[in-house]
């Protein structure tokens, strides 16, 4: 729906030359965007001739996508902190640079996941007080969705990342989602508070210990797609292998089916009529309508979406950076993390 024209515009960089359909996909994100809404200006950030090519395809409201040109691009393959050491001019070194002088208001990229978390950590920085910003993507469930968090920035984390993840999972979900005083939990092999690692038993009793956080135990990953908890804590080695068994099995389990209703006759027909019923349900468990995953705890936003990400998720990214600012969801940070732990003396 298109927005008020009078509304205050959000600043949006985009990395145009991210992610595996590059430059094709991040651009016609962006016209999707400004044309359902103009209360978001998108910056384009790319090699300047390639991505104009790719608009001139377009109709789209001039005033609300600039191309910023960026002659370097970070591959996936790169190193990522001697990338953006020597990368300079590249599509995510300028877009994060431009959050981080204000300019903008957050930073969408489909590029290296290595260079985006070491580039937010660099370049735009940690709110002071956040120990490590994880990622935490939203992942669709039998009641909705909830938000996996860490699935890919903190593999070897400690318990005190982990309070920390929950408590900024919990503003994320409340104020972003609507959901009030969400249930937390620690993923975990059994429901008793005595099992799990080292890294498990340690946290358990200090999300317990969580006035500020609505925590209801531990979750087995059998739980997750059930909705059992809306904020999934866990540290990133075992949140990104919990995201990718997800994603492949929601894709081989999609191919199956589709395989099944066209292996005859008879299963064509039934096929015709439950098509309909079928790409509600299925709809539902499509993570691109969530948009990315947030690098939470910085001084500014970056959100990570999927490498092979298309249009459809690069645009429903963008709407999720306008939300987070409208939200506020920093200063709440700053507010009901930094601030009271500053009280204890931490």
């Known amino acids: 729906m298109q927005q008020s024209s009078g509304a205050v515009r959000t600043r949006i960089v985009l990395d145009a030359m991210g992610g595996d359909y590059a430059p094709a996909e991040p651009v016609k994100g962006a016209v999707d965007a400004v044309n ?5 200006q998108v910056l384009l950030v790319g090699q300047e001739d390639v ?104 593999v070897d984390a400690r318990a005190s990342h982990l309070v920390q993840f929950a408590k900024m999972g919990s503003i994320y979900m409340e104020n972003v989602l609507g959901v009030k005083k969400p249930r937390v939990a620690i993923v975990n092999i059994g429901a008793e508070e005595e099992k799990g690692n080292a890294l498990v038993k340690e946290t358990f009793p200090l999300l317990k210990a969580c ?26 080695f075992v949140g990104n292998v919990i995201l990718k068994l997800y994603e492949g099995l929601s894709s081989t389990l999609i191919g199956a089916i589709k395989k099944g209703m066209m292996s005859t006759v008879k299963s064509k027909i039934g096929a015709a009529l439950a098509l309909p019923a079928l790409k509600s349900t299925l709809k539902t468990f499509d993570a691109t309508q969530y948009g990315g995953a947030p690098l939470l705890g910085l001084n500014g936003l970056v959100v990570k979406t999927h490498g092979s990400a298309k249009a459809k998720e690069i645009t429903n990214s963008i709407f999720q950076c306008v939300t987070f600012k409208e939200e506020d969801i920093n200063g709440k940070i700053r507010k009901n993390i930094v601030s009271s732990a500053e009280q204890e003396g931490m």
């Open 36 to 40: 359902a809404r103009s209360d978001i």
């Open 51 to 154: 991505v104009r090519e790719e608009l001139a395809k377009y109709t789209y409201p001039g005033d609300q996508i600039q191309v910023v040109h960026a002659e370097e691009v970070i591959e996936t393959a790169e190193p990522p902190v001697n990338a953006i050491r020597r990368k300079k001019r590249s599509s995510i070194v300028i877009g994060m640079n431009m959050v981080k002088q204000k300019e903008a208001d957050a930073f969408v990229s489909a590029g290296s996941s290595g260079a985006i978390l070491v580039g937010g950590q660099v370049i735009v920085g940690r709110i002071k007080g956040i120990e490590r910003p994880p990622l935490a993507p939203l992942i669709p469930t039998e009641k909705g969705v909830s938000l996996l968090i860490d699935c890919g920035a903190n």
């Open 211 to 236: 006035e500020d956080i609505n925590f209801v135990g531990s979750i087995e990953a059998r739980e997750i797609p059930k909705g059992e908890a809306d904020v999934i804590v866990c540290e990133a």
